[in-house]
């Protein structure tokens, strides 16, 4: 045997590079971001001149701002509820025995490989919704010829649909995750379990109802945080497909950071948005964490 | 006999066919970009109209995909076929050293557990999820100060002359130097980013291999770098293909760090060039799809030929392992 106690130390030495890498990029970055939001930074630079929460006062009085969140706000709810009814729809779909289920799953699952500036390019052209002079684009020519005209929109143009158009095209890249999270998470329930509810004279909606929707508890979770996390910090899919649109109709608290920050160079007022972008996603995510963390600990 | 009694036919041909009903309606929805990206495409701008918009091309034309290639020098755009390449050469080279970093970090935090490991690793998981706004800032000045060392180094090499066919090696090799605004840069940035991920995998993939093995290496007297090297690394190739999967679509289709990092257009990966060359007036919406294609087909290509891989690298990526 060798000295297991040198292998130890080894064993962090190991992963010292990294851990170092974490700590500097990661929570060093991030403690800079957060001084750097309490001072008086507004040119190229550097000036770490203390102001307190200034930035923060400012921000939130900032109708931009205020629009941001909402959008935020919105983009989330419609995001999270169409993506996993979608994904958990096509899911229960593909759990009834299909034939060509391999090539429906292919189908549902690509958009996940194209990164969301091809998805923005692609929606942002088909929900076009043109003008007077050219006549409906994209979907809308698309319902005009077949009768259903009273389904056109104005789409992300319309600033009263706005962020939710975004939505669209978000859910499309997304669902087909969802749909392979659940599906796994059905193929692991026993045969037997459902089976035996079955001979107790249960209809299938009962068994979805009281074993599968139950049993997938923490497939929903998992993806709630997913994409929860991405909805906060949504950024490219919005920058390629609308950009901040109409009245900030379908802007979000990243891209107006993008601008405050790279060409405002009002780094002080980037950081709190920054910070405050960050605070978001730690309430989602840092429960999680901890939870999974002590699961993996107690096991 | 009875068994055909209980189970009539109606009922069930009923459901199927609603089934296969909705299951084909959502393959249309999910298919609609890509029909439209396909059809306009391949339309030459003779032949682009919008009565004509959602019927495919009556000839085949391969004049959109050469201009999104190559450019138009008369209508005043760039071509993607450079920063296509300079994708290629950040991610190829960034993917395989985040790959072979996670896979060590993934050994110690499975089969070297320590005292506070297991926080530690929660601690780098944060780093999975959160928005890299909050990191910029510093992540620019940061890299603006590398420059100062590495700058000269870039310049000296890419003023290096070998002449001849070899004329274009030195400013080649020069970009990986990091730097702000290199490809060189873009590899540390997507590298040091990418660990939390590719950690996280290989440490689920490790706890799946049982831990005699390791002790089995203890006792013939192997150490921590040895039983890595000889037992766990020679069985990790389908890790590596999961990570590999995982780091090479997500840096390719990166956008962000793309745009802070290089602003030289001629550096910029190709999701920030389709961008730039989408957000154009004077780009034809064929010349459009068709770049979008083109930026897309890397990453495409991957799923369609390793789509298991690419879904358990899905799988890893929700935390359940």
Redesign the interface.
């Given at each position: 045997?060798?000295n297991?106690k040198?292998?130890?130390i080894?064993?962090?030495l190991?992963?010292s590079?990294?851990?170092l890498?974490?700590l500097v990029?990661?929570?060093?970055?991030?403690g800079?971001?957060g001084y750097?939001s309490l001072s008086n930074w507004k040119t190229l630079k550097?000036d770490f001149t203390f102001v307190g929460l200034e930035n923060y006062v400012r921000l939130f009085k900032n109708p931009r701002f205020i629009i941001d969140l909402k959008n935020t706000f919105t983009f989330t709810v419609f995001f999270l509820i169409s993506t996993i009814l979608?994904g958990f729809?096509?899911a229960v779909?593909?759990e009834?025995k299909?034939k060509g289920e391999s090539i429906?799953r292919?189908?549902?699952?690509?958009?996940?490989?194209?990164?969301?500036?091809?998805?923005?390019?692609?929606?942002?052209?088909?929900l076009a919704p043109g003008t007077t002079e050219?006549?409906p684009?994209?979907v809308n020519?698309?319902f005009s010829?077949l009768g259903l005209e009273f389904l056109q929109s104005g789409w992300y143009t319309d600033p009263s649909i706005g962020i939710r158009a975004v939505v669209i095209a978000a859910a499309?890249q997304m669902a087909?995750?969802i749909m392979?999270?659940y599906l796994?998470g059905m193929r692991a329930i026993p045969e037997e379990m459902k089976e035996a509810a079955r001979v107790d004279g249960a209809t299938e909606f009962d068994i979805y109802r009281y074993i599968i929707i139950p049993l997938l508890q923490?497939?929903t979770l998992?993806a709630v945080?997913?994409l929860g996390?991405i909805s906060?910090?949504i950024?490219?899919l919005v920058?390629?497909m609308t950009g901040p649109g109409v009245g900030f109709s379908t802007d979000v608290p990243?891209l107006f950071?993008?601008d405050t920050?790279?060409r405002g160079n009002r780094?002080a007022q980037?950081?709190a948005?920054?910070?405050v972008?960050?605070l978001m996603?730690?309430v989602l995510?840092?429960p999680y964490?901890?939870i999974?963390?002590k699961e993996?600990?107690t096991r | 006999m009875s068994v055909k009694v209980k189970h009539p036919r109606r009922p069930i041909t009923f459901g199927r066919v609603t089934t296969y009903l909705l299951l084909v309606a959502a393959a249309a929805f999910f298919l609609i970009p890509v029909y439209m990206l396909l059809i306009t495409g391949f339309k030459s701008y003779q032949e682009v109209s919008l009565s004509r918009m959602w019927l495919p091309p009556e000839n085949f034309s391969l004049e959109s995909f050469s201009k999104a290639w190559f450019g138009s020098k008369s209508e005043g755009f760039r071509g993607l076929s450079g920063n296509f390449f300079n994708s290629v050469w950040l991610t190829v080279p960034a993917s395989l050293l985040s790959a072979f970093i996670g896979s060590v970090n993934g050994y110690v935090f499975s089969k070297w557990k320590f005292k506070g490991s297991n926080v530690l690793f929660a601690m780098m998981l944060f780093g999975m999820f959160i928005p890299y706004q909050s990191i910029l800032i510093p992540l620019v000045r940061v890299l603006q100060w590398i420059t100062q060392f590495t700058g000269p180094l870039q310049k000296g090499i890419a003023a290096w002359n070998l002449g001849g066919g070899l004329a274009w090696f030195p400013p080649w090799l020069s970009q990986f130097i990091p730097a702000y605004g290199t490809i060189g840069g873009l590899i540390l940035v997507h590298v040091i980013y990418g660990l939390p991920i590719a950690t996280l995998v290989f440490k689920n993939y490790y706890s799946s291999i049982p831990t005699d093995l390791v002790e089995a290496g203890m006792i013939d007297g192997a150490g921590i770098i040895g039983i890595y090297r000889f037992i766990l690394f020679p069985i990790s190739i389908p890790g590596f293909v999961v990570v590999l999967i995982w780091q090479f679509t997500s840096i390719w289709n990166d956008f962000l760090f793309g745009v802070i990092i290089t602003s030289n257009p001629t550096v910029q990966p190709v999701t920030v060039a389709l961008n730039n060359l989408a957000g154009s007036y004077i780009v034809e919406w064929n010349v459009q799809m068709a770049g979008a294609l083109l930026a897309a087909l890397p990453t495409l290509l991957i799923y369609i030929l390793l789509s298991r891989y690419f879904v358990r690298g899905l799988m890893a990526g929700s935390l359940k392992g």
């Open positions: 045997m060798r297991i040198k292998d130890k080894l064993a962090i190991l992963i590079p990294t851990l890498a974490m990029f990661i929570y060093g970055f991030i800079f971001t750097a550097l979608i729809l096509l779909l593909l009834q299909v429906f292919n189908i549902f699952l690509f958009p996940m490989a194209i990164s969301f500036v091809v998805t923005g390019v692609i929606w942002r052209w088909l050219t006549g684009l994209g020519y698309l010829k499309w087909g995750y392979a999270l796994a923490p497939i998992s945080i997913i996390h906060l910090k950024f490219d920058v390629a990243a950071m993008f920050t790279f780094f980037g950081s948005i920054a910070m972008l960050l996603v730690a995510v840092v964490l901890i999974t963390n993996e600990v | -």
